[in-house]
């Protein structure tokens, strides 16, 4: 392992003074394009057209063409690696969607993003051929069915074909250029069907339906989750959710309303499918407790499944059918008694529904102290009873901040009671602790 260390970083070495002084790995656009200028007439003529070989030499011509711009490049590239390979070059500071900023460094045929020190993501910003890969898959592909005995060749490049796609489209992906990563990943899809590929790639549909619906092509972003999901890959019930996306914004309200309750029957616990169930029903006509019959109707088919008694505990909740919600919730618990989710979502659901009667009651005007007294200690009843879930959940993961935050308002809101001050003290110590770090 050593002595391959060496022999890498003594090439990188080797590479760096050329580097530095182009600023950038070295990329000869014209000779690339010779190249393949040459593969062209090799296939044109009909001595060569025939011979598997010349087909899988114009393969990796093209993919080698595809890559130039980001040879030497890796993910969680460090940043001293990044500049002994590629150079110094003044960085800047770029945020992406109005949320993750980045250093930048801009080289003259490829856009590096880093964070924290090392190589998220890079964008070739030169194209050395059109639609190189692309040609590179019918290479490929025309070679195997020249010779059938170079199928562990072709398909070792049809891989390098589906990974340099699917590396295209998560670049294109994060910087926002959705509808061009959906073609990358629908690329990478397409590819991986091949008889010489190891397997096909249900993630890299899923992300081409993903993209396709974030970039607004509708239409294409249906097919792509419609296969995904003839394919299994249904992401924890996320990929119902983008299709529901993109039948709503096409106005195919009937079919948005289907996969919505499709994907909730098969996972309820899904919050984004319960919050877009309970907005649809708002701007449309219906009663979103008729999602409790979809629900129902699951956990008969499979009644020891805790996670259907989440999603179950969730829509009451939503609904603002407290009680159930807790009695749902404790029957997750009940399955599951060491599942953090269940735990911390049983007391946040009872603290939720603290929250309504502590509102409720200072709309209420009360004729006696003692009835104020009486309908307070109700309040702080139900508080009280949140804390022993949400110290579970806590005992199960301590790095939780959230549940660390509600441990600490609601013995704050009891701190008069026995142990209690003691406790508040505790948790908000760990709150301020914990906040502070994540800062």
Known sequence: MKKLLLTVLGALLMAAPAAAQTGGARVDVDKLRQTI?????????????TKASVWLKRGETLIGADAAPVNNLY????????????????????????????????????????ANGLVDFYLPTTTVYEGALDLAYEALDKAYQLDAKSAAKVGENINTVR???????????????YKDAAVEFRRAFMVSNHPTSPAI??????????????????ENALLDLDKALELGYENEGQTYYLKFLSFYYLDRRPEALRTLEAGIARYPGNEGLIDMMMRYYAENEGDPSSLIPLVDEAIAKNPNNPLLHQGLARIYDKLGRSDEAIAAI????????????????????????????DAELYRQTFTSTAASRAALAAV???????????????????EEISV?????????????????????????ELFNSMNNQAQ
Not at 100 to 112: G, L, Q, S
Not at 333 to 348: C, I
Not at 387 to 397: D, F, G, Q, R, V
């Open 330 to 357: 404790h029957k997750a618990v009940e399955l599951a008694p060491d599942d953090f989710l269940s735990n911390f979502l049983e007391g946040f659901i009872i603290v939720n529904k603290g929250d309504k009667m």
């Open 404 to 428: 660390v935050e509600l441990l600490k308002n609601i013995t704050f809101r009891l701190r008069e009671e026995e142990g209690m001050q003691a406790k508040a003290d505790k948790y908000t």
């Open 75 to 114: 993910p969680s590239m460090p940043e001293n690696m990044l500049k002994l390979a590629m150079g110094d070059v003044p960085a800047t500071q770029e945020t992406l969607n109005g949320t993750n900023t980045y250093t930048v460094y801009n080289y003259p045929h490829v856009k590096v993003f880093m």
């Open 163 to 177: 990974v340099k796609s699917f590396e295209n489209g998560t670049s294109l992906y994060m910087v926002g250029d």
């Open 201 to 218: 790639d249900t993630v890299a549909i899923y992300y081409a339906g993903m993209s396709g619906t974030y970039g607004g092509d509708y």
């Open 37 to 49: 200028a040459k593969s062209d007439s090799d296939i044109a003529n009909p001595r060569n057209a």
């Open 380 to 398: 702080f009843d139900v508080f009280r009873s949140a804390i022993a879930p949400l110290e579970k959940a806590y005992s199960i993961n301590p």
